[in-house]
Each structure stands twice: as C-alpha cells, then as structure tokens.
C-alpha cells in the first residue's frame, strides 16, 4: 500500500528557509524588471488547449496536461510554459501600438520531465519585448537574463548563442530537403555525423553541397571564432550571412561576457524561434539556467503577429544550485495579551524584526530562523536581550 506522504515522480515538497529564498528571488527579479520598464501580467493556470498551444510546435503539447472543462466539455490544458500566454495578452488584450514589455512569475506543469534531474513542477519567471524587430531588443533582453542571475548570485555565467536562421537556410536551399527540416535538426543536434554522411544516399536528389554543409554546421561550436569560420566553410546564403551577423552584432554589444556558440545546437526550437537563441549555464546546475531568444509570429495564432523576443527561468532550479539557504535572525518572546507586551511586538515586527512567539507549554523548533535575542520583561519594561 501506497503510502498517503508519498508525492507523484518529479515534483517534490520545498521547505521552510527554500522557500523564503525563493520567494525574496521572485520579488528581486520582479523588482529588477519593474527597473527596466517591464509591466507584470498575471494569466491563468489553465486555458483552452488550442489557445495554449497555438504556435508553439510539437515538443510543448507532449508537455502539456490536458482535461475537460466540466462547465463547456471542452479540452482545457495546464500551462506547461507562460510565453504562449504572454503572446496572446499582448496581441488581444493590450493590442497596443509600438513597443510592450511584460514581465510574469508564477507555476507551470509538465506531464513529463525535461530531463532525468528535472522537475514536473517548475516557477517560471520571465521577461518580454513585444513590437520590435530590431537587434536592439535582442540586446536587451540579454542584457536583463544576464542581470537576473546575477542578482541571484550566480557567478562567471556563460551565454550560448545560436541562430535558427544559418541550419533553416541551408536546408530550405534544397527542394530535396522539404518536410525534413525537423529530422535534419535532430540529426545536427545530437552531431550525429555519420546519419548526416548518409543522406547522401538516403535522401533521393540531395545536393553533395548540402550534406557538406550539413556536415560543417555539426562541427561548427566553440567561442566567437565559429562566427568567421562559418563565414568560410558555409555557402554564402543571404538569410544565412543574416543570422551570423545578428549573431556578431549582439557578441559586439556585451563584451564584457563569455560566449559559447554552437550553430547546429537546435534544442527544441526550429520551428518555434524566428532569431538568435540563447542559453545561460554556470557551474553548479547541470543544464541551461535561462533560455531565450527570439519567436517573431507566434501571436498570428491571436489574431496580430508581433516581433517578440524574451527570455524564462525556474526559480526553483536556480535556487537548487545556490549555497544553502541561510537561516534569518529572530527574537524569541514570551505568550502574553498585556498592552505593554503586545505594544512592543507591535514596535518590533513594524521595524522589520522577526518576533516568535513561544506558545504555552510548547517547545519551538525553527527551520528557516535562528534565534539570538529575546524579548523580557526589564524592571517594568519590555526590553530586547542576547540569548545567553
């Protein structure tokens, strides 16, 4: 038999001094957001699925909870990622002109894990420009992803970029290649170079020179030199020169911080982002901390395609990866209603203090507070000592 305590495979429970830092890394990146002129939204846990999958591509509905509304009997889904959502109140809702920034936090539900270490249950946290097609926002929003793990205290943080761009213009050069872009992408993905050798002979009417591109972007990672080397080693396409120089542009823009780029590195975004990507790793989590990029069309589902470009995080994998949680400094007081007392709590707690009280006959044992004074009663006064 079961037992009652036991929680479903890969979500899991988050105690007390966890979840306060949690919770002060939501409101510092909220806050930091607000700084830049981001405006929050809040929308809801679960949507129709259509609306919740519109333009997102396969790899998010396999993520994606689904159930049936009892009040309409249609099929409704638990959001398993907020952009899509951000997408729409940005085209329907505001339906503003120009530029918008949105901002969100709140849960997200996978069906299935991303990963074998990851979890179901993820706070997603996140930053959007809407209605502007410029580099400029791409900046921007690199810029803030660098900032917000920074705040969080993340150190020596890497920034991965790629361009959907160079592996979509070299397989749209060849009719051969139409309706297997997402198996070509995979392929480069997990540089699997001898299937890449082989659509030679697979892949009926294929150009040689395209499996030589193919087989160049799969060994095409590694610093900001992979720029020029692309240059050379890839054939000269105008939508291809296009995302290496967006790609150039935002390296020249941030030069203070590392880059990686890996231009066959698709991730689970060939069909889904329309610019430059990007992942931010740091010693101590065992993937991506951010991913972002740009998703220029999603909200034509809604009714308005917009240029957007934005980036999403999980609070609650960053702060897995943090040095432990530090407990916060209390007071101890004794259980009393006296106007006195009662008075002085009031005084202490409205200077930010940490006042417990310790309930009659009961010991108290504290997770996410440490005490080192107590409040006692002082010839007639209430007054606050060191814990002998």
Excluded at 135 to 153: C, M, N, P, Y
Excluded at 156 to 170: I, Q
């Amino acid at each position: 038999m079961m037992s009652n305590w036991l929680l479903p495979e890969s979500l899991a429970d988050i105690l007390p001094a966890e979840a306060r830092r949690i919770e002060e890394l939501r409101r510092n990146l909220l806050d930091l957001y607000r700084t830049y002129g981001f405006e929050l939204v809040a929308p809801p846990l679960v949507e129709y699925i259509d609306s919740l999958l519109s333009g997102t591509g396969g790899a998010l509905n396999l993520r994606t909870f689904k159930l049936v509304d009892q009040l309409s009997g249609r099929t409704l889904g638990v959001r398993a990622d907020i952009t899509p959502q951000v997408s729409r109140i940005d085209a329907h809702l505001l339906n503003r002109e120009g530029v918008t920034r949105l901002c969100y936090c709140g849960s997200v539900l996978h069906a299935r894990p991303a990963g074998l270490l990851s979890d179901r249950e993820l706070l997603q946290i996140g930053a959007e420009i809407f209605g502007h097609a410029g580099v400029e926002a791409d900046i921007e929003i690199l810029e803030l992803a660098l900032e917000s793990v920074k705040r969080a205290g993340v150190r020596k943080a890497r920034l991965d970029l790629n361009h959907p761009g160079v592996v979509r213009a070299v397989i749209d050069s060849d009719p051969a290649l139409a309706g297997a872009a997402d198996d070509i992408s995979e392929l480069l993905s997990t540089k699997d170079v001898p299937a890449l050798a082989a659509l030679g002979d697979s892949v009926p009417g294929i150009r040689p020179a395209t499996v030589r591109a193919l087989l160049d972007l799969a060994s095409l990672y590694g610093g900001t030199e992979v720029i020029a080397k692309a240059r050379q080693a890839l054939p000269a396409l105008p939508a291809l020169l296009a995302g290496l120089d967006d790609l150039e542009t935002l390296v020249r823009a941030l030069p203070a911080h590392e880059f990686s780029i890996d231009l066959a590195d698709m991730g689970s975004g060939y069909g889904y982002h329309s610019g430059v990507v990007f992942s931010i790793y740091a010693e101590g989590w065992h993937d991506a901390l951010v991913k972002g990029g740009r998703y220029d069309g999603v909200a034509k589902a809604f009714g308005r395609s917009r240029p957007a470009t934005g980036f999403s995080l999980d609070l609650r994998k960053l702060s897995s990866g943090l040095p432990p949680a530090q407990v916060a400094k209390a007071i101890r007081a004794p259980w009393g209603t006296e106007a006195a007392l009662v008075a002085a709590l009031r005084e202490l707690r409205d200077a930010g203090e940490i006042v417990v009280q310790v309930l009659p006959g009961q010991p108290h044992r504290l997770d996410e507070f440490t005490v080192d004074r107590e409040l006692v009663l002082d010839n007639g006064a209430w007054k606050v000592r060191a814990v002998q």
